[in-house]
């Protein structure tokens, strides 16, 4: 395989990794019932760039080759026809005998001055030195083959159900009610109605920076095949994802409430659906309405759940059931209407009932920053973005692990 053909064949095969990894991108997001969040949506857009610039890299490769296939062909056709004139005849094809005898009466023949006979020997017998791969390893070229394997889960579903809300600055208020005015009964015509006073307090917010950086070599930008300027930044924005949805599972784990009984890994399914509606009941009391319910769960705790609600229920199942085929990060069905979410960063042996009322998570992403090291051909690039997650009502989170 020729240099051009290598590089038409690297070309090709990250033209594929990246059409691959848009569908693996957009088939995540339909699995969980949802668009492309932002970062999805950056990443999708830089792949779609990189096939444009690959896809004209390669039009100009392809019709050289074409060119030189044509070539190549007519000059045989052309040294074929010269043999053919000069000698009267084709060019010697190789030679090969249907049985021992065929070959023992060419043999007798050749020796008796059999022109035709002694030709066929000839052929037949000329020795020739066998080409194998390991004689020419220098133009045999190493291929990458597929995508980058790379098994990090970068989906956010706690901090998704919560919804980041934008950051007004680096420190700031959220105010909260802490007493309500009151209403009661007149006891008589005349006589003084209650009366109390409204109480507000505030919930300091305090934003913290998270991120990482790269410095990576020019020679290794110029010279790598995927790019690895397009996997560092990627790699570094899955890491940003991972680690703030860490923070908001730390968290709502800290501040949540817990509740008695707690189910486990061998609770049945009723006693799950009687887990589920208690902290429904207390989340409601807790928070008068407001806000939905998402049921949190590590990923042991999901092997245990999913189990025993089966896809195939009847009318008066407590849930739709779960599928071990779509398990994964991100929604996996419902209890008793009670969304199921996975979050493989919250700890293990962990379910909670989080009122999305009760949370908040503040979030404004800075995303690639780069500068260029002349001295020392080099370029760094990082990845932050500024994050919060508090808890305003710890009854509105309720544990219902042990």
Not at 151 to 164: E, M, N, S
Not at 320 to 341: L, M
Request: charged share 15%; glycine share 8%; aromatic share 6%.
């Amino acid at each position: 395989m020729s240099a051009t053909d290598a590089l038409i064949v690297s070309l090709q095969n990250e033209i594929e990794e990246r059409r691959s990894f848009q569908d693996q991108l957009v088939e995540r997001a339909q699995q969980q019932g949802r668009d492309l969040t932002n970062e999805e949506t950056e990443l999708y857009e830089s792949a779609t760039e990189r096939i444009k610039s690959c896809s004209l890299k390669l039009g100009p490769l392809q019709e050289g080759i074409r060119v030189a296939a044509d070539s190549k062909r007519r000059g045989e056709e052309l040294t074929a026809a010269l043999v053919e004139a000069r000698e009267g005849r084709g060019a010697a094809a190789p030679v090969e005998y249907r049985s021992a005898g065929a070959f023992i009466t060419d043999y007798w023949q050749a020796g008796s001055g059999v022109e035709d006979a002694k030709r066929r020997m000839s052929v037949y017998q000329r020795a020739a030195a066998h080409q194998t791969t390991a004689d020419n390893l220098g133009i045999i070229p190493n291929p990458i083959v597929g995508t980058l394997l790379s098994f990090i889960d970068a989906v956010r579903p706690i901090v998704t159900a919560l919804g980041p809300q934008a950051v007004p600055g680096g420190r700031f208020l959220r105010p909260k009610v802490t007493q309500h005015t009151d209403v009661g009964k007149q006891t008589a015509e005349k006589t003084e109605l209650v009366s109390r006073k409204m109480l507000i307090t505030s919930v300091p917010v305090n934003m913290d920076t998270y991120g990482g950086y790269v410095n990576v070599s020019r020679q290794n930008i110029d010279w790598s095949m995927p790019q690895i300027m397009d996997l560092v930044v990627n790699d570094l924005a899955a890491q940003y994802a991972i680690e703030t949805e860490q923070v908001t599972a730390a968290a709502l784990v800290a501040a949540a409430t817990a509740q008695t009984p707690a189910i486990t890994p061998t609770s049945t399914a009723a006693e799950v659906t009687a887990a589920v509606w208690k902290a429904a009941g207390s989340s409601f009391a807790a928070m008068q309405g407001a806000g939905r319910l998402v049921l949190a769960v590590s990923p042991d705790m999901m092997g245990a759940i999913g189990a025993l609600f089966p896809p195939i229920n009847p009318n008066d199942a407590q849930s739709t059931g779960f599928s071990a085929a779509n398990f994964g990060q991100g929604a996996q069905g419902s209890i008793s209407g009670v969304a199921v979410a996975m979050s493989s960063q919250l700890p293990a042996g962990t379910a909670l009932m989080i009122n999305t009322a009760a949370a908040e998570v503040y979030e404004q992403r800075i995303g690639t920053l780069s500068v260029t090291e002349p001295s020392v051909l080099g370029v760094q690039v990082a990845y932050a973005g500024y994050f919060a997650a508090i808890v305003l009502v710890a009854a509105g989170v309720i544990k219902l692990t042990a």
